[in-house]
T-cell receptor, first 115, second 113 residues
């Protein structure tokens, strides 16, 4: 069975600090997809990134970066120079490669960025 | 372009009542999903659909039924609501090719008394 673990329930940082959100996954599939979604206080879910299990290159998008390590089954998310607007719950998710994309979510990490 | 629209946004029911949540998407997406979000548990898949007229069970389907009579709509029904179904319900949709990401609606907050 697939499983996603986000061990950090809540993280508090001060603006401009860097912060890393951890995501560890379990799957028996050799091909799979990993995702990160953001849920701001307003409640909607915002897609951030999708990564294929074949692609272990790190990715950077502005202040966001993702580190995918197949050897440790981890897909960590780093926010550089955090801002108050980054305050949200962040979810890591995993799907098989059957095409149905039935997402298995972690329990989420609440990030609080204070001024 | 509205994206994924969920109706209603809030609802309070009494135990035993029935209701239907509506999800509508205007992106011509083949796949649609219903999730529930509970505190400390993330989102869990209830049912999903890979096209008009087809539905399948997800991780937590018990107590729910779904229908996809039109491609743009995916309905989630509670026949006899129970307090354990108090949750925030999210609908999502996506294209059926290329493992494109799911686009989520804004959620429906449902309370069962």
């Amino acid at each position: 069975a697939q499983k996603v673990t986000q061990a950090q329930t809540e993280i508090s940082v001060v603006e401009k600090e860097d912060v890393t959100l951890d995501c560890v996954y379990e799957t028996r599939d050799t091909t799979y997809y990993l995702f990160w979604y953001k849920q701001p206080p307003s409640g909607e879910l915002v897609f951030l990134i999708r990564r294929n299990s074949f692609d272990e290159q790190n990715e950077i998008s502005g202040r966001y970066s993702w580190n995918f390590q197949k050897s440790t089954s981890s897909f960590n998310f780093t926010i550089t120079a955090s801002q108050v607007v980054d305050s949200a719950v962040y979810f890591c998710a995993l799907s098989e490669n059957t095409g149905f994309q039935k997402l298995v979510f972690g329990t989420g990490t609440r990030l609080l960025v204070s001024p | 372009n509205a994206g994924v629209t969920q109706t209603p946004k809030f609802r309070v029911l009494k135990t035993g009542q029935s209701m239907t949540l509506l999800c509508a998407q205007d992106m011509n997406h083949e796949y649609m999903y219903w999730y529930r979000q509970d505190p400390g548990m993330g989102l869990r898949l209830i049912h999903y659909s890979v096209g008009e007229g087809t539905t399948a069970k997800g991780e937590v389907p018990d107590g729910y039924n779904v229908s996809r009579l039109k491609k743009q709509n995916f309905l989630l029904g509670l026949e006899s609501a129970a307090p354990s179904q108090t949750s925030v319900y999210f609908c999502a949709s996506r294209l059926g090719v290329g493992n494109q990401p799911q686009h989520f609606g804004d959620g429906t907050r449902l309370s069962i008394l």
